[in-house]
């Protein structure tokens, strides 16, 4: 099945603590980005990569690192979380500069105390 | 800056009632996307629109681009509680990143 996997689904962690929220897909886009998700501000793009080894910033890159070593994957790290980045967070890839339209994880739920 | 406005943010049809959703936005593109998300769940496709006067229908539901007007709308026929969700549309200016509205919390009540 074609998908775009994240994981976890739902992580609690303490500020300062280093984490990364895996993404990978299975239908060999070039195009990965993160999304996060804010009541009230909607969803907004943070990190982008339009193929193995070319990344860039969105709307919100601030706290965020993000590498992409392989095509399939498109990991986000949190080298030092703090409580604002709490939200929920959405992988998405596509082919043909959307063309055939975006595909979506299913979300990675991040707290942050 | 691209801006995209989605009216209503909240709509609340009684189930078998016709009604349209707006998505208006600042600058021109040619690519627009409808999205569905149930509470806490991922965003589901529904219609990817890439030319002006594009028209696609699934079920209920038939989504419209107007380049030229820069609005798509989001078209609800004899609404059904399985409808109930929030729809979203993108624009996509770039290639490279997708500019979503607010969203259109829909409840359909009997």
């Known amino acids: 099945e074609a998908q775009v996997t994240q994981n976890p689904r739902y992580l609690i962690t303490v500020t300062g603590k280093k984490l990364t929220v895996t993404c990978s897909q299975n239908m060999n886009h070039e195009y990965m980005s993160w999304y ?5 501000l909607g969803l907004r793009q943070i990190y982008y990569s339009m193929n193995v080894e070319v990344t860039d910033k969105g709307d919100v890159p601030e706290g965020y690192k993000v590498s992409r070593k392989e095509k399939r994957n498109f990991p986000l790290i949190l080298e030092s979380p703090s409580p604002n980045q709490t939200s929920l967070y959405f992988c998405a890839s596509c082919l043909g500069g959307g063309l055939y339209g975006y595909t979506f ?3 990675t739920r991040l707290t942050v105390v | 800056e691209l ?3 989605q009216n209503p943010l909240f709509l ?7 009604y349209t959703i707006y998505c208006n936005y600042s600058t021109t593109s040619d690519r ?3 999205y569905r ?3 806490g769940k991922s965003l589901e496709s529904l219609f990817v629109l890439l030319s002006n006067g594009a028209v696609k229908q699934e079920g209920r539901l038939m989504a419209s681009l107007d380049t ?5 709308t989001l ?3 004899a609404a059904v509680h399985d409808l109930s969700a929030t729809y979203f549309c993108a624009v996509d200016m770039s290639g490279y990143a997708l500019n979503f509205g607010k969203g259109t919390s829909l409840l359909v009540t009997p």
């Open chain 1, 36 to 40: 996060r998700q804010d009541p009230g």
């Open chain 1, 105 to 107: 994880g299913s979300g």
């Open chain 2, 3 to 5: 801006k995209v406005e």
């Open chain 2, 12 to 18: 609340s049809m009684q189930e078998g009632k016709n």
């Open chain 2, 32 to 34: 627009l996307y409808w």
């Open chain 2, 37 to 39: 998300q149930d509470p």
């Open chain 2, 68 to 72: 030229k007007a820069r609005l798509s």
């Open chain 2, 75 to 77: 078209h609800i026929t």
